[in-house]
């Protein structure tokens, strides 16, 4: 098994690893995910009609309410989130989600995750050790 080791700063601690689902759209979990079903329900979004469960969720960055850390809360609690998640940067809404549901999250990589990964790549996210990997099995 071969792996890319990719450098990036911790948001919110812990390990996960899944497969690969890009977004270059912005993603407000508030009116974009439904909270029940982790089904991105935005006509117009890149992802639409996509399940974001157990995923690694790569998007640029959240937008939108700040109820959307709440919503990523409710993802948590209805086993419907994402394994984990990377943004090119990431901002508060995000962070708060994430921490307050043990979700980790990833920022500033080393390298543009939009020209190292593709969607179905499997993908370990270490936030506590600040690396993500690409494996390649």
Not at 16 to 38: I, M, R
């Amino acid at each position: 098994m071969v792996t890319i080791k990719i450098e990036c700063r911790t948001i919110a601690r812990g390990v996960a690893e899944g497969e690969v689902l890009l977004s270059e759209d912005a993603l407000s979990f508030l009116g974009n995910v439904d909270p029940k079903t982790g089904v991105v329900v935005d006509p117009g979004h890149a992802i639409y009609g996509e399940c974001i469960k157990d995923r690694i969720l790569v998007f640029p960055h959240g937008k939108g309410s700040t109820v959307g850390s709440y919503v990523i809360y409710q993802l948590k609690k209805n086993n419907v989130s994402p394994a984990a998640m990377i943004n090119i940067d990431s901002e508060p809404i995000v962070a708060v989600g994430a921490i307050i549901s043990d979700i980790p999250l990833v920022d500033r990589l080393d390298k543009d995750p939009f020209t190292i990964f593709k969607n179905g790549d499997r993908v370990k996210v270490d936030s506590t050790g600040g690396f993500v990997e690409l494996i390649d099995s």
